[in-house]
């Protein structure tokens, strides 16, 4: 296998830290939502139980942010290894073999969900715009715009798994 010239080292660098980026970014933006949330719980508890009038969008609106939040840090996880795996025989791989073994679970694996999940999820917001959809409750907010982060943090977190997949195989390369 040749080696990478310099200017195609120089492109694969600039895709790795700008997926880094924003998906570092995405994560640092979205973890304020947990307060948001936080702020949106205590005011319901307070109107329900320390004035008898609960709020009619409460539930759905934390609902959608906690939506959002758990979906678009998806890619900040990836980055910061931060999803569920098995490390205990894992870990005592060297690092070329850990390297291996993650080529080729995302090969198998992530690639091809993230390309399901993103095709599909695409389908599903797209249908959801098209018919302008709302939810079923009383306060009946739009679901489109939540629908659409469904492909928009697959996105980013199929972003991110090339961006680890191409460090893999440059360490690979390097190593040889």
Same mark, same amino acid.
């Given at each position: ?27 640092? +933006? ?14 319901? $508890? ?37 999803? $569920? ?28 969900? +993230? ?62």
């Amino acid at each position: 296998m040749p080696y990478l010239d310099n200017s195609e080292g120089d492109m694969l660098d600039k895709f790795i830290k700008t997926v880094d980026f924003i998906n570092r970014w995405a994560g640092r +933006c979205g973890s304020f939502l947990v307060i948001v949330l936080t702020i949106l719980v205590v005011l319901e $508890v307070v109107m329900r139980y320390l004035f008898g009038r609960p709020t009619t969008w409460s539930f759905e609106v934390t609902k959608m942010i906690y939506g959002f939040y758990f979906m678009i840090l998806g890619g900040y996880t990836l980055q910061k290894k931060g999803h $569920v795996a098995i490390d205990v025989i894992y870990e005592m791989l060297k690092p070329k073999t850990r390297a291996i073994l993650d080529i080729i679970s995302y090969l198998i694996f992530f690639f091809p969900f +993230c390309t399901v999940v993103l095709i599909e999820g695409i389908k599903f917001a797209k249908k959801s715009w098209q018919i302008s959809e709302t939810s079923w409750s009383v306060f009946a907010p739009p679901l489109y715009p939540i629908k659409t982060v469904i492909p928009v943090a697959v996105a980013l977190m199929l972003l991110q798994g090339i961006a680890i997949f191409i460090s893999h195989i440059r360490f690979l390369i390097k190593e040889r």
